[in-house]
């Protein structure tokens, strides 16, 4: 029992971390190697990136307040990160596995992140971010179950269903990106996947013989807990379970007031949690349906996910035309009346005992107001970019609190704007100076032509509004001060606006960004620097032992080579490798 022996082996290194302050939480620990694999989704044979040898990746299941240890091993021939968007990395923007913030892992290499998931539930998922490689997959599930102390603002789910819906080329990531680079538009895409598989044969003249189509499989009368996240590159998906109502409880780390849609807009890079009951007759099966939005539909006809939701009593194949989604192409009214809709639960305990919503962010003043303005793509310099406020970023060569510990000079610029620049678009390496404690307001102004999804790490931040137009400084009468909801990725539709709150309090260098991937990868993006000016060691952790130097620190990276250098694992074939370990440690949270 080889397996055996591995996880003994790493059980002793763990109870060595138990010097570390957040030694009386849980530990556990994943193993996760990236390689490139052949797969046919839609029926098309082209190389995806693959996890453990799975396409997607396995879901990661911790609890509130574990330190989670996730060995990253990466048999890919380009260079490797892994980002945790919504995971808030407290204190520790040392793991959160962007440019900006770590130094790549370079092929045939392993690395180790290890963060603590202080204070959090929810749904999430964690992908590689770098070189496009999130359209290939490497993405998978990533879950903070709750205490069991904490109660669940519903009943225990009677089981758990995981949907990663996401567009999909037929072309590889390096195709992908030739295209990017030579300045041209990625054009319609060839399909959704669901769960990493094509759709299934609903109709025989849209969809080819012989492709693998995802199958849920339920119990008549139960109640699942499912959570969606959208993983693709640039399509808004519309999400509807035919003939079955989906009960909205939970999205990005927060729990919502309790609502039923018959369907939701789900886009770029956000995850949502339903209850759904299995309350229909079990006369044949039902389609699970993702399609694009806000596109023509006969254009656009293939580019729908489409899986099955078998009852096990179930009397046959799901027949005829697919549930409809909203027919709006021309008035995005209900889609952002939908958002709206979308409230924090402010009496229901998130990670805490206390209640979600006690934090009044409707009374504070806000200190500083950013306005981020898209514009749609521009060229510069002979290469097609998007932007900013006009800027569009250039990552640091080092990156930022890396240069910081070792006063590197000029890696990157502390000047970014507070409005939009006038004047020609410019590539550069600014940075906003984020002022640590501060209560920010930022308006994201979207006067591009696409539906783009805001992101930033490091934080959860209230959608307090949006609106169609250009915002003004009225349109704060229109802000919700109760129970907006707290989340990670917020849509701004084109020609609207919509304006976050957010709380500074969690130091490090954070990335702001879109998650469209093409826009991202255009430079669509800055990061935030948040220090503490009385840092006494208590609100950053330093960076961790293992860290990899690059940039103007390369030569630093000589005494790193003992640790970083042996590949435990041999023939990137490997089986999926999965280890969960828990110490015995009392799960007594330990404020430090
Ligand atoms: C990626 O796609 C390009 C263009 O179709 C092709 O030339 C290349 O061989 C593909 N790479 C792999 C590893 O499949
Ligand atoms: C995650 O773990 C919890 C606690 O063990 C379990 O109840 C839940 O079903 C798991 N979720 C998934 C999606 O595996
Ligand atoms: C996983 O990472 C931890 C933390 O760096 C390390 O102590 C442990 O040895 C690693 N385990 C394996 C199997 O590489
Ligand atoms: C299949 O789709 C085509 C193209 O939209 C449509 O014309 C046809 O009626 C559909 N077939 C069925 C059986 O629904
Ligand atoms: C949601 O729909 C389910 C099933 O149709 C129903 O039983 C439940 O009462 C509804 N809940 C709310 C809050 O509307
Ligand atoms: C089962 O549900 C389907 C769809 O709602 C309906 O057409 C059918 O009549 C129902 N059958 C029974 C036996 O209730
Ligand atoms: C959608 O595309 C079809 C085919 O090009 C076109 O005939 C139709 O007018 C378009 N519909 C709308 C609403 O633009
Ligand atoms: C907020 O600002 C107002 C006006 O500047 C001031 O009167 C009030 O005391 C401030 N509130 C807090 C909580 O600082
Ligand atoms: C274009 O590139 C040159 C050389 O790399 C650089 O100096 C210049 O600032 C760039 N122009 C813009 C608008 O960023
Ligand atoms: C950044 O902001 C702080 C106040 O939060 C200020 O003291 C500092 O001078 C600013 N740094 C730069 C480079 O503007
Ligand atoms: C909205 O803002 C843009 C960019 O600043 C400006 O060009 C446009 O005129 C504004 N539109 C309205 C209706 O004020
Ligand atoms: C973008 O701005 C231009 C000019 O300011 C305006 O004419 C256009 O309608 C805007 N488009 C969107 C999608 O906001």
């Avoid at 968007?85 to 130094?103: A, E, I, K, Y």
């Avoid at 609903?202 to 993983?231: C, Q």
Wanted: net charge neutral; with cysteine; hydrophobic share 40%.
């Amino acid at each position: 029992m080889e397996f055996l022996g591995h996880s003994t082996w790493v059980l002793v290194h763990i109870a060595l971390f138990s010097g570390l302050c957040f030694a009386a939480d849980p530990f556990v620990n994943f193993e996760l190697t990236y390689s490139f694999i052949t797969a046919s989704p839609l029926g098309v044979p082209q190389q995806v990136i693959a996890v453990n040898g799975n396409f997607p990746g396995h879901p990661l299941n911790v609890t509130t307040n574990n330190n989670v240890v996730v060995n990253v091993t990466n048999k890919l021939n380009e260079d490797l990160l892994i980002t945790w968007p919504g995971v808030q990395m407290r204190r520790n923007s040392w793991q959160d596995g962007v440019l900006g913030t770590n130094c790549p892992i370079p092929s045939n290499r392993k690395w180790d992140y290890q963060f603590q998931v202080k204070d959090q539930i929810g749904s999430f998922f964690y992908f590689p971010s770098l070189n496009f490689q999130r359209a290939a997959g490497g993405f998978g599930s990533f879950i903070i179950t709750n205490r069991p102390v904490i109660s669940l603002p519903f009943a225990a789910p009677d089981g758990d269903i995981i949907l990663l819906i996401g567009d999909w080329y037929t072309q590889n990531h390096t195709a992908l990106r030739q295209t990017l680079n030579a300045g041209k538009d990625l054009g319609m895409p060839d399909g959704v996947l669901i769960n990493g598989k094509g759709p299934y044969r609903y109709n025989t003249t849209l969809v080819p013989d012989g492709i693998a189509y995802e199958t849920v499989s339920v119990e008549p009368g139960k109640t699942y807990r499912v959570r969606v996240h959208n993983v693709g590159i640039s399509t808004s998906l519309n999400f509807r379970i035919q003939n079955h109502n989906m009960l909205l409880v939970e999205t990005e780390g927060h729990y919502t007031s309790q609502q039923n849609y018959s369907n939701l807009d789900i886009h770029v890079g956000q995850s949502y949690t339903f209850l759904v009951t299995m309350d229909q007759n079990a006369s044949t099966d039902y389609y699970i349906v993702a399609s694009a939005r806000f596109v023509n539909e006969s254009l656009w006809q293939r580019v729908t996910g489409v899986a099955v939701l078998q009852y096990s009593n179930s009397k046959g194949a799901a027949t005829g035309p697919l549930p409809p989604g909203p027919d709006d192409l021309y008035d995005k009214t209900f889609s952002m009346n939908q958002a709206r809709s979308i409230r924090q639960n402010v009496s229901a305990s998130g990670a805490r005992p206390n209640p979600q919503g006690s934090f009044h962010y409707g009374s504070i003043n806000v200190t500083d107001t950013y306005v981020l303005r898209s514009m749609p793509l521009v060229t510069i310099n002979n290469t097609l970019r998007a932007t900013f406020n006009g800027i569009s970023f250039v990552n640091p060569e080092t990156p930022i609190r890396l240069a910081d510990q070792h006063k590197v000079k000029g890696a990157y610029k502390l000047d970014y704007p507070k409005k939009p620049l006038t004047g020609a678009p410019k590539l550069d390496i600014s940075v906003i100076n984020g002022t640590y404690k501060g209560f920010i307001e930022v308006i994201l102004q979207n006067n591009d032509t696409i539906m783009q999804s805001f992101h930033m790490d490091g934080y959860s931040f209230f959608v307090v509004g949006m609106d169609y137009g250009n915002w003004t400084e009225s349109s704060r009468g229109t802000y919700n001060k109760w129970d907006a909801i707290a989340r990670c990725t917020a849509q701004v539709f084109p020609g609207a606006w919509t304006a976050v709150l957010i709380s500074l309090d969690n130091a490090g260098a954070w990335n702001l960004r879109v998650e469209n991937l093409d826009r991202w990868y255009l430079g669509q993006e800055t990061y935030m620097r948040i220090v503490n000016p009385e840092e006494n060691g208590e609100t950053e952790f330093s960076a961790p032992s293992n860290i990899l130097y690059c940039g103007a620190l390369k030569n630093l990276q000589g005494s790193q080579n003992s640790s970083n250098a042996p590949m435990l694992i041999t023939g990137w074939k490997l089986k999926l490798f999965f280890t969960l370990l828990l110490t015995l440690s009392a799960a007594i949270s330990i404020s430090c």
